[in-house]
Antibody
Framework: HVLVMDSGGGLVKPGGSLRLSCTGSAFTFSDYYFTWIRQAPGKGLEWISYITNTAPTYYADSVKGRFTISRDNAKKSLYLQMNSLRVDDTAVYYC???????????????WGQGAMVTVSS | DIQMTQSPSSLSSSVGDRVTITCRASQSISGYLNWYQQKPGKAPQLLIYTASSLQGGVPSRFSGSGSGTDFTLTISSLQPEDFATYYCQQSHTTPFTFGPGTKVDI
């Protein structure tokens, strides 16, 4: 069971946009909930969003209205569209999978490798 | 939001030591508490879920306990590969908050 984050990170100016992608393999992607978590340089982990297997979505206040989580089960892919980016959005972004036993109260058992997003002028 | 605290924030230990890390939630989260290990430059890895269940493939020297608001992660005999940062996380209520981490080093 693997999650691979496609090259979606990078450098963007404040106010800009970026989309992150995460693809699952070796499991039935459509059965699971997924989440995005970020980690600012030298800081701890911050949960930012999750999506159920039927696509209802939830967001942390810090990104609500600016970020959109989505999924394409046919492509076994998870996305995070990030708009109106701010300097304090600079972080490594991780996708992760809920265990699948009693979501959304599960732990996150499979993580992508992470993608660095830098917001700077 | 549920606030998570951890103590200590860092500790220095030796191979073979018994290590205990404490996590406290600002309100009851029943048993919805998970522990992760993170090494520098790597994604976190799940160690313990629902307070005391060992994730598959994780060595049995790791154990967790607690319920309500107070939880502990114990490493019974620290190994060289265990030097890392450990995070607790509550999965009771969104936002799913993490503790600030405990760095375990030599």
């Amino acid at each position: 069971h693997v999650l691979v984050m496609d090259s979606g990170g990078g450098l963007v100016k404040p106010g800009g946009s970026l989309r992150l992608s995460c693809t699952g393999s070796a499991f039935t992607f459509s059965d699971y909930y997924f989440t995005w978590i970020r980690q600012a340089p030298g800081k701890g982990l911050e949960w930012i969003s999750y999506i159920t297997n039927t696509a209802p979505t939830y967001y942390a206040d810090s990104v609500k209205g600016r970020f959109t989580i989505s999924r394409d089960n046919a492509k076994k892919s998870l996305y995070l569209q990030m708009n109106s980016l701010r300097v304090d959005d600079t972080a490594v972004y991780y996708c992760a999978r809920f265990q699948g036993w009693y979501p959304p109260n599960d732990a996150f058992d499979i993580w992508g490798q992470g993608a660095m997003v830098t917001v700077s002028s | 939001d549920i606030q998570m605290t951890q103590s200590p924030s860092s500790l220095s230990s030796s191979v073979g030591d018994r290590v205990t890390i404490t996590c406290r939630a600002s309100q009851s989260i029943s048993g919805y508490l998970n522990w992760y290990q993170q090494k520098p430059g790597k994604a976190p890895q799940l160690l313990i879920y629902t307070a005391s269940s060992l994730q598959g493939g994780v060595p049995s020297r790791f154990s967790g306990s607690g319920s309500g608001t107070d939880f502990t992660l114990t490493i019974s005999s620290l190994q060289p590969e265990d030097f890392a940062t450990y995070y607790c996380q509550q999965s009771h209520t969104t936002p799913f908050t993490f503790g600030p981490g405990t760095k375990v080093d030599i």
